[in-house]
């Protein structure tokens, strides 16, 4: 498998292996589908942007310390 640089990947792709154990998006979304809600701490921007992206899409975040994001 190649390696894509960070230009040539999808952005919510980069930003989803960047703040979780998955590659994709669509593997993610798969996962929360079936019931999974991800741990996503607000320590960073991107972090936050991602927070958004799964909220947009209608799942919901656990993030940390009792608080969820719906």
């Known amino acids: 498998m190649e390696t894509l640089t960070l230009t040539e990947a999808n952005p919510i792709d980069t930003l989803v292996n960047v703040a979780t154990a ?3 998006w669509d593997e993610m ?3 929360m589908m079936t ?3 991800p741990t996503i701490h607000q320590e960073s921007r991107r972090k ?3 927070t958004k992206v799964v909220r947009a899409g209608g799942f919901r975040v656990y993030l940390g310390g009792g608080k969820w994001a719906r």
């Open 22 to 24: 998955f590659r994709t």
């Open 48 to 50: 936050r942007l991602l």
């Open 35 to 37: 019931g999974y809600a």
């Open 29 to 31: 979304r798969a996962a």
